[in-house]
């Protein structure tokens, strides 16, 4: 099936830094979302993009719906030791909502 | 938060055997999902419900079925485990049409020796 190509596939930086991370298809979209998860848990929904060009925040985390439809950035600015976790980007396009996943983006924050 | 339980958390089976994996919803949310999540793979969508008995599958359903009685509950089977079922399974929920965010539940981490 197909998946989309998420990059990074893993972030390592200090806290304090900005955090920037894409994910790219083949194919169009009609909806972007992001979710985080943690270790143990399931993912939880931190965006959500319903038009192309929307660019929608939630605190310090700002993701944009990419102009063609078959991309989508998550920015997190100015990181926190609560950031780490795997990022997935994820894309809905058809009935019944059937969401494609990205593979993650993990990312682990240093003092 | 979609007030979504699964259980078991844990389990431990033999290649061979039946294995049932239960979802407990409790916002009344009309479409349910059943997702596995592997190394490399992300989630994967198994099998999903848009409702009380309608169900269909997803791009990974061989090997697994899924009933939906009731609109709180939809169990996921696996018929005869093998090892290649091994894997972290996620529940998920959706309200309504429109709507199309998911939300998930804790998940069952399930080894298959």
């Known amino acids: 099936g197909q998946q989309l190509n998420q990059s990074p596939q893993s972030m390592f930086i200090q806290e304090g830094e900005d955090v920037s991370m894409n994910c790219t298809s083949s194919s169009i979209f009609n909806t972007w979302l992001w979710y985080k998860q943690e270790p143990g848990e399931g993912p939880v929904l931190l965006i959500a993009l319903y038009k192309a060009g929307e660019l929608t925040s939630n605190g310090r985390l700002t993701a944009q719906f990419g102009i063609t439809r078959k991309d989508s950035f998550l920015n997190i600015s100015a990181s926190i030791p609560s950031d780490v976790g795997i990022y997935f980007c994820a894309g809905q396009r058809g009935t019944a909502s059937k969401l494609t996943f990205g593979t993650g983006t993990r990312l682990q924050v240093t003092l | 938060d979609a007030g979504i339980t699964q259980s078991p958390r844990h389990k431990v089976t033999e290649t061979g055997t039946p294995v049932t994996l239960r979802c407990h919803q409790t916002e009344n949310h009309r479409y349910m999902y059943w997702y596995r999540q592997d190394p490399g793979h992300g989630l994967r969508l198994i099998h999903y419900?848009?409702?009380?008995?309608?169900?269909d599958k997803g791009e990974v359903s061989d090997g697994y079925s899924v009933s939906r009685s009731k609109t709180e509950d939809f169990l996921l089977t696996l018929e005869s485990a093998t090892s290649s079922q091994t894997s972290v399974y996620f529940c998920a929920t959706r309200s309504r049409e429109g709507q199309e965010t998911q939300y998930f539940g804790p998940g069952t981490r399930l080894l298959v020796l």
């Open positions: 419900s848009y409702g009380v008995k309608d169900t």
